[in-house]
């Protein structure tokens, strides 16, 4: 059974500063990763992918992947309090034939204070 | 507007009764999948579709079907052997190999 797995939080960070996010997954053979962030009461919403090791930065989110490790993160700066959601990690180890058969983590908590 | 239409936004089951949730996408996405989510839970994936009339099971499809008869809808039926059908459901597309969008979701609670 593969398995993703996130703290469930909350984090809690003050507004301006750094959160950092951590997802560590069971199948080594996963080659695609994703952060989707889901407000309350609303669907998941895609902010990152990342295909390699290494980081990918878009904005004020990076991505940090670490195959050997099997974890992946995702940085947000000058946090802020629209950022407060829940962030899913989302991983994609079964390529063959085609498709995404995504991993769902349970999803981190973040709690951005004034 | 290019997306994905769930609908409907709530629906309350009846015991014993089967209710259809709707997924349409206007984005020529090849695939399709169906999740659920429960409270404090991530996502299970339930059934997807690659392909037109193909369609396989994902890790909780008992209780549910589904059908892909044509490319921009994949409709799921939650049947009366579902026994605990109450949950957030989400429809999510994408080209084969990329990243899964998704709809808003339904709401579906027993009556």
């Known amino acids: 059974q593969k398995e993703v797995e996130q703290n469930s939080g909350p984090l809690s960070v003050p507004e301006g500063a750094i959160a950092s996010l951590n997802c560590t997954y069971s199948?080594?053979?996963?080659?695609?990763f994703f952060w989707y962030r889901q407000y309350s009461g609303k669907s998941p919403e895609l902010i990152m992918s990342?295909?390699?090791?290494g980081d990918k930065e878009d904005g004020r989110f990076t991505a940090q992947l670490n195959k050997a490790s099997q974890y992946v993160s995702l940085l947000i700066r000058d946090s802020q309090p629209s950022d407060s959601a829940t962030y899913l990690c989302a991983v994609n180890g079964d390529l063959t034939g085609g498709g995404n058969k995504l991993t769902f983590g349970t999803g981190t908590q973040l709690k951005v204070e004034l | 507007d290019g997306g994905i239409t769930q609908s409907p936004k709530y629906l309350f089951r009846k015991e014993g009764q089967n209710v259809t949730l709707s997924c349409e996408q206007n984005l020529n996405h090849d695939a399709m999948y169906w999740y659920r989510q429960d409270p404090g839970q991530g996502l299970r994936l339930i059934y997807y579709?690659?392909?037109?009339?193909?369609?396989q099971k994902g890790d909780i499809a008992e209780g549910y079907s589904v059908s892909r008869e044509k490319k921009e809808s994949f409709p799921l039926t939650v049947t009366s052997a579902q026994k605990n059908p109450t949950a957030f459901y989400l429809c999510?597309?994408?080209?084969?190999?990329?990243?899964?969008?998704f709809g808003d979701g339904t709401r579906l609670s027993i009556l």
């Open positions: 579709s690659q392909i037109v009339n193909d369609f």
């Open positions: 999510a597309s994408s080209m084969i190999n990329q990243p899964q969008h």
């Open positions: 990342i295909y390699s090791n």
């Open positions: 199948d080594r053979g996963s080659q695609s």
